[in-house]
C-alpha cells in the first residue's frame, strides 16, 4: 500500500535552516507529481510546494526564494529545503502524492521561535 513518510521537523530559531524528507513506498513514485503542504493549528492546510516527474518545480507565494523541493527518483525520496525561517511559518509538514489518487504522510512537526 501508499506509504508516505516524513521526517526532519524540529525546533528552529528564526533565520535559521531545516530540510524534511519524505520516504515514499507502495506506487511508482518516479513517475508521479509529489508535494509538500502544511497545517498550522486552527488554520485550513496550505500547498506548499510541488514537484513533476522531470523535475520541475512550483512554489506558493510565501515560500518562494526561500524553500526549495527536491527528489530522488532512486531512492523513492522527496525533500523540502527551508531556509531563512519565519515564525509563521510554524506548522505540522505534509508530503503528498498528488497524481492520481491523492496521498497523504502523518506529518512532521516545524516550530519556528523568534
Known amino acids: 500500500q501508499v506509504q508516505l513518510v516524513e521526517s526532519g521537523g524540529g525546533l528552529v530559531q528564526a533565520g535559521g535552516s531545516l530540510r524534511l524528507s519524505c520516504a515514499a513506498s507502495?506506487?511508482?513514485?518516479?513517475?508521479?507529481?509529489m508535494g509538500w503542504y502544511r497545517q498550522a493549528p486552527g488554520k485550513q492546510r496550505e500547498w506548499i510546494a510541488t514537484i513533476i516527474s522531470g523535475g520541475s518545480t512550483a512554489y506558493a507565494d510565501p515560500v518562494k526564494g526561500r524553500f526549495s523541493i527536491s527528489r530522488d527518483n532512486a531512492k523513492n525520496m522527496v525533500y523540502l529545503q527551508m531556509n531563512s525561517l519565519k515564525p509563521e511559518d510554524t506548522a505540522v509538514y505534509l508530503c503528498?502524492?498528488?497524481?492520481?489518487?491523492?496521498?497523504w504522510g502523518q506529518g512532521t512537526q516545524v516550530t519556528v521561535s523568534s
Open positions: 503528498a502524492k498528488e497524481s492520481g489518487a491523492r496521498y
Open positions: 507502495g506506487f511508482m513514485f518516479s513517475i508521479s507529481t
